[in-house]
């Protein structure tokens, strides 16, 4: 039985040297599940207490420097609306180029907090991998 109040939220800057620390420890992890896995056992040695959810850890990762998170992810044939990163969940702005005939033409989308980029069309994830760079 979960007991709910039984664990705690770990500080961000506590995430992110265990994230590191797992990185440095396996290089890739390819799986957001593993990586969760990994750097909970790692938190709960500095606290028992301390448990992060796999979107946390998502979000976190993404904006760290030095880690590099990759989206495998299977393309629809619907187009892309309203889009968030599949990454952090931040809206995306549209990235732009101008033709030889001054149109401006929608390239596809790009990610301000953590620069993920995308095309036109909407993309399903699938896996999400984790490492160093
Ligand atoms: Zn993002």
């Known amino acids: 039985m979960v007991r709910k109040g039984l664990y705690r939220i770990p500080p961000e800057s506590e995430v992110k040297t ?3 620390g797992v990185l440095q420890d396996y290089g890739m992890v390819s799986s957001l599940k ?3 896995g990994l750097v ?3 938190l709960s040695s500095e606290n028992p207490s301390w448990r992060v959810g796999q979107r946390r850890i998502k979000k ?3 904006r760290m420097r030095g880690v590099e998170v990759e989206v495998i992810s299977a393309e ?3 187009p892309l609306e309203n889009p968030k990163c ?4 931040s809206d995306m702005r549209p990235v732009m180029n101008r ?3 001054g ?3 929608v390239l596809g989308y790009s990610c301000p907090v953590c620069g993920y980029r995308t095309g036109l069309k909407r993309k399903i994830p699938m896996r999400y991998a984790f490492r160093l760079i």
Do not use: K, P, S
């Open 34 to 36: 593993a990586l969760t």
């Open 99 to 101: 033709t030889l005939y």
């Open 86 to 89: 599949l990454v952090c969940g």
């Open 76 to 78: 629809t044939d619907e």
């Open 103 to 105: 149109e401006t033409v």
């Open 18 to 20: 265990a994230v590191m």
């Open 40 to 42: 909970n056992m790692r």
């Open 60 to 62: 976190i990762a993404a």
